[in-house]
């Protein structure tokens, strides 16, 4: 079983929805999580970073973390055909970078 | 500024050739790291550099890959030979300490016939 679990989709939304992306994990030792967007044919970009249990907002992006459930959630509000990526979450327990894991990836596609 | 910059971004060969890969990271970034990324995974880490010394690479096949990173810039990534299971995208990436942000370049993409 490996650490960071993520649904793969593809996920397809109508521009304007609300899109839900989540990952599960086993190691409770994570305290710093991360969201990250990969377009095609390009690197992953960050997103969002949180450090423990708790929401994050930046604009239309809600980042929630549950530690008692071991799941992670990204939200993406009024999602726009721009959004369309893979969004990768990956974690931590140092807040070091060389110590992350990454999730598979869950492929995202707005429709205009 | 620019970001992180790898060449080439698509590269073919046959098995049993050897390839190299090429970083030149953000400037001043003394973190660089090399990533693996599987069709439909997330990035692995190969190895991971503080300015010029190697501090993890537990993650590298050191049979057929190696890494160097000269003057603690620039970084080229090998694999020889190299085989039909290396065919993948290799990310460079860098930060400014291991603390900082992780910036990725676009990738090179590796297949191998």
């Known amino acids: 079983q490996k650490e960071v679990e993520q649904d793969p989709g593809p996920l397809s939304v109508p521009e304007g929805a609300i899109v839900s992306l989540n990952c599960t994990y086993s190691?409770?030792?994570?305290?710093?999580f991360m969201w990250y967007r990969q377009y095609s044919r390009k690197g992953p970009e960050l997103l969002m970073y949180?450090?423990?249990?708790g929401n994050k907002e930046d604009g239309r992006f809600t980042a929630q973390v549950d530690k008692s459930s071991k799941y992670i959630s990204l939200f993406i509000r009024d999602s726009q055909p721009s959004d369309s990526a893979t969004y990768l979450c990956?974690?931590?327990?140092?807040?070091?970078?060389?110590?992350?894991?990454f999730g598979s990836g869950t492929q995202l596609t707005v429709l205009p | 500024e620019a970001g992180v910059v790898q060449s080439p971004r698509y590269k073919i060969i046959e098995k049993k050739q050897p390839v190299a890969f090429w970083c030149n990271p953000i400037?001043?970034?003394?973190?660089l790291y090399w990533y693996l990324q599987n069709l439909g995974q997330g990035p692995e880490l190969l190895i991971r550099?503080?300015?010029?010394?190697?501090?993890?690479d537990s993650q590298l096949p050191k049979d057929r890959f190696s890494a160097e990173r000269l003057k603690g810039v620039d970084s080229t990534l090998k694999i020889q030979p190299a085989e039909l299971g290396d065919s993948a995208v290799y990310l460079c990436?860098?930060?400014?300490?291991?603390?900082?942000?992780?910036?990725f370049g676009e990738g090179s993409r590796l297949t191998v016939l």
């Open positions: 400037s001043g970034h003394n973190t």
């Open positions: 990956a974690m931590s327990h140092s807040g070091s970078a060389r110590q992350l894991t």
């Open positions: 990436a860098s930060s400014l300490g291991v603390a900082g942000e992780l910036f």
């Open positions: 190691n409770s030792a994570f305290q710093y």
């Open positions: 550099y503080e300015n010029e010394e190697a501090v993890d």
């Open positions: 949180t450090y423990s249990s």
